[in-house]
């Protein structure tokens, strides 16, 4: 069976710049337009915390005010104002446009979908929503450690987990810590059946 057709979309992200010269920002909404369907939806929402986190001092009121009217602009609301009434093309030239000193767009992204709002959530949840810290959590339990899964010897089973850390970006990190204590980090050179190998500045506080 084939597939159905795909339609070319595009976005823009809506980003608030408070302070240009420093390049920092804090990504504000998402704007996708599907030119075929003659789909422009925009989900935009200002984090007034991230934006205070990023600079104390901007009011985040007025910034929030200029996106609500972007994102009814975007939804083609008539009481937003003569731009809403234009052409949806239109108002998506516009929505893409930089029109403030603080509120920036993106440049302007393409590729192909079959359902725009779906793209449009998926951009908005992946760019601009903020992960929720009660969803940040990741599985350890790869594998557990019985009795008759481990290695006849301490060097065979390191072996196996150093080999299963190969993935990992630094595997042969390692904390020394002594009965102080007095704990330093420091990368694994080698190991065999004396125990393991790692450099230091023996002038130092790890030496």
């Known amino acids: ?23 920092e920002f804090v990504n504000a909404g998402v704007v996708v ?3 075929p369907l003659r789909f422009l939806k925009g989900r935009i929402r200002l984090d007034p915390a991230r934006l205070r986190a990023l600079a104390p001092a901007v009011d985040p009121e007025p910034i929030a005010a200029q996106l609500d009217l972007m994102a009814r602009i975007a939804d083609g609301d008539e009481r937003a104002g003569r731009i809403a009434k234009l052409d949806p093309s239109e108002r998506f030239h516009w929505l893409a446009a930089p029109s403030s000193t603080v509120i920036q767009p993106s440049p302007v992204h393409t590729g192909l979908c079959d359902e725009p709002y779906r793209i449009l959530t998926r951009l908005y949840e992946s760019l601009v929503e903020p992960p929720a810290v009660s969803g940040m959590r990741r599985s350890y ?3 557990g450690l019985s009795e008759e899964d481990a290695e006849p010897t301490w060097l065979e ?7 299963e850390a190969g993935g ?5 990190a390692m904390v020394v810590e002594t009965s102080a204590p007095n704990a330093r980090i420091v990368l694994l ?3 065999d059946e004396r125990g393991f190998t790692f450099f230091t500045d023996t002038s130092s506080a790890k030496g």
């Open 168 to 172: 990992l970006r630094e595997p042969n």
């Open 141 to 143: 339990s790869l594998a």
């Open 1 to 23: 069976m084939p597939e159905p057709p795909r339609s070319q979309f595009q976005y823009a992200l809506l980003r608030v710049v408070p302070h240009i010269e420093r390049g």
């Open 157 to 163: 089973q390191f072996s196996r987990w150093f080999s």
């Open 33 to 35: 337009f599907c030119r």
């Open 189 to 191: 050179k080698g190991f």
